[in-house]
């Protein structure tokens, strides 16, 4: 586990270690899910690059006012959406973003940046 404060421990999930098989990743991420919500993957094979390229476009994306972000949706199955939290939906909203996993599509934005969502939400 990860220290990211001095009382919270987040799971590290190690996509290559030798010292475990798939279905042990599976359960270690499955426990990662239910007792914290959150986990880190390390050794996961994608580029850096892609990863800040795509961090750098999901706060583009979010900055932008809510109608604008609509145009990207519904998320169905892939895209924008938007839901209410909490029991009877008053704890707050959670916004969404839903991209495909192809790493050939992703690498694809990379070289072509008119593709992005944050600079036309209409053409995700």
């Known amino acids: 586990m990860e220290k990211i404060r001095d009382d919270i421990q987040l ?3 190690d996509l290559f270690s030798s010292n475990s098989n798939r279905s042990e990743t599976s359960k270690q991420i499955v426990k990662a899910c239910e007792e914290y919500g959150f986990f880190k993957v390390i050794n ?4 850096q690059q892609i990863i ?3 961090e750098e476009e999901a706060h583009k994306f979010f900055s ?3 109608p604008e972000k609509q145009r990207a949706g519904p998320a169905n199955p892939y895209g924008y959406g938007c839901k209410n939290i909490g029991l009877k ?3 707050g909203e ?3 973003l839903l ?3 192809n790493p050939h599509f992703i690498t694809s934005l990379l070289h072509n940046s008119n593709k992005f969502i944050s ?3 209409n053409n995700f």
């Open 44 to 47: 996961h094979g994608v580029p």
């Open 89 to 91: 939906g008053d704890m």
């Open 11 to 13: 799971p590290i999930i």
């Open 64 to 66: 932008k006012p809510g």
């Open 119 to 121: 600079q036309d939400p």
């Open 99 to 101: 991209l495909q996993t």
């Open 52 to 54: 800040t390229q795509m």
């Open 94 to 96: 959670v916004e969404y």
